[in-house]
Nanobody
Framework: QVPLVESGGGLVQAGGSLRLSCAAS????????MGWFRQAPGKEREFVAA????????YYADSVKGRFTISGDGPRNAVYLQMNLLKPVDTAVYYC??????????????????WGQGTQVTVVS
C-alpha cells in the first residue's frame, strides 16, 4: 500500500494554477517534515518545496520561488502545493514525500522515507 497519495494534477494552460494535495493513506506515522519533488521525462527527480513542521519553515527551489506555495498539517501528515503562474517547464510528475528521521536538509530525495505514487502536471502554452 502506498503510504502517501497525491491528487490535484492535471492539464493547465501556461499562466494558470493548480493545487496539489498529499495525504497519508492507511499507515500511521509521525513526520518531521514533508516535501514535493518533480520528475520530467528523461530528467532526475528534483526538489520543489518542503516544510518543516517544528518551526513552520518552508523551502523552495529557485525555479518556483514566488510562484509556488507549500502548506500543510503536520499532525495529519498532509501537505499541499499551490502552483501559480505555471509554465511549460513545470510539466512533470509531482511526488510528495515524508521525512521520518528529522533530516537536517530537506532538499534531496535521500532525506525522505516515504513517497507517494505521483501525480501528472502538464502545462501547455
Amino acid at each position: 500500500q502506498v503510504p502517501l497519495v497525491e491528487s490535484g494534477g492535471g492539464l493547465v494552460q501556461a499562466g494558470g494554477s493548480l493545487r496539489l494535495s498529499c495525504a497519508a493513506s492507511g499507515r500511521t506515522f509521525s513526520s518531521y517534515g514533508m516535501g514535493w519533488f518533480r520528475q520530467a521525462p528523461g530528467k532526475e527527480r528534483e526538489f520543489v518545496a518542503a516544510i518543516r513542521w517544528s518551526v513552520g519553515s518552508t523551502y523552495y527551489a529557485d525555479s518556483v520561488k514566488g510562484r509556488f506555495t507549500i502548506s500543510g498539517d503536520g499532525p495529519r501528515n498532509a501537505v499541499y502545493l499551490q502552483m501559480n503562474l505555471l509554465k511549460p517547464v513545470d510539466t512533470a510528475v509531482y511526488y510528495c514525500a515524508a521525512d521520518l528521521q528529522a533530516s537536517s536538509i530537506l532538499e534531496f530525495p535521500a532525506d525522505y522515507d516515504l513517497w507517494g505514487q505521483g501525480t501528472q502536471v502538464t502545462v501547455v502554452s
